[in-house]
């Protein structure tokens, strides 16, 4: 029975990361990333807030110019890692999603650590945004894309692994997340083409405390939403 159980969870996984990332990324929140850190220690994070990206049709896409060096991982096939520098001041995580030739991905902003919370507090402060001795919520941890990463201890090295093979694994929740507590609104950080509407392709769980803190200006249920 528990054979069947994996096979049926790697399949609905595979069946997510197959689709384009605005798709995907609802069904992401709820579910656990971790990653074994080069300390052999193993860092868990509860996801509660996600961005898609949708290459070469997304101005805010790092692929919207098409292939480089640097975004080639992102066209594809769904599954794997892309991760990036951001600002040259700390790495962001995105799980790569759809299918192959085509530009898409899931930028993971927050979540909730549920396992290896001392390990990821010691990264986190290891970081040049954490200041040493400076106290640290458990809802702090991952809380925004950077503290995230760090918590994980996501390495630029890593991008073109998969994300459910060691070091890494995701899990999805047994059942998606009810869609009347998920919010979309505008991605972050982004106020030329892309950040603005239409692009309310930012995804998050109501009222969870781990959401970063930046509140758009205007957000919309996904429940009662249909159109981009």
Do not use: K, Q
Request: charged fraction near 25%; charge should be negative.
């Amino acid at each position: 029975m528990t054979d069947e159980r994996d096979a049926e969870a790697e399949e609905r996984l595979h069946d997510v990361l197959s689709s384009d990332a605005l798709a995907a990324a609802p069904l992401l929140l709820g579910a656990i990333v971790s990653r074994v850190g080069d300390d052999g220690e193993r860092v868990a994070v509860r996801i509660t807030e996600v961005e898609a990206y949708l290459g070469e049709r997304d101005p805010g896409s790092h692929a919207f110019r098409g292939r480089t060096p640097r975004t080639a991982v992102m066209f594809g096939p769904g599954g794997h890692v892309y991760a990036y520098f951001s600002y040259g001041m700390h790495i962001c995580l995105n799980v790569v999603c759809g299918v192959d030739g085509v530009a898409s991905a899931c930028l993971l902003r927050a979540g909730e650590v549920v396992e290896g919370a001392d390990a990821a507090r010691r990264r986190r402060l290891a970081t040049r945004r954490a200041r040493p001795g400076a106290p640290l919520r458990d809802r702090d941890l991952a809380r925004g894309p950077a503290n995230l990463a760090a918590a994980l201890g996501v390495s630029l090295a890593d991008s073109g692994l998969p994300i459910d093979r060691p070091p890494y694994s995701l899990e999805l929740p047994d059942a998606p997340v009810d869609a009347a507590s998920i919010v979309r609104g505008l991605r972050v950080g982004l106020s030329a083409p892309g950040g603005l509407d239409p692009f309310h392709w930012r995804f998050w769980i109501d009222g969870d405390p781990t959401v970063s803190a930046y509140t758009p200006h205007r957000t919309v249920r996904e429940a009662g939403r249909s159109e981009l």
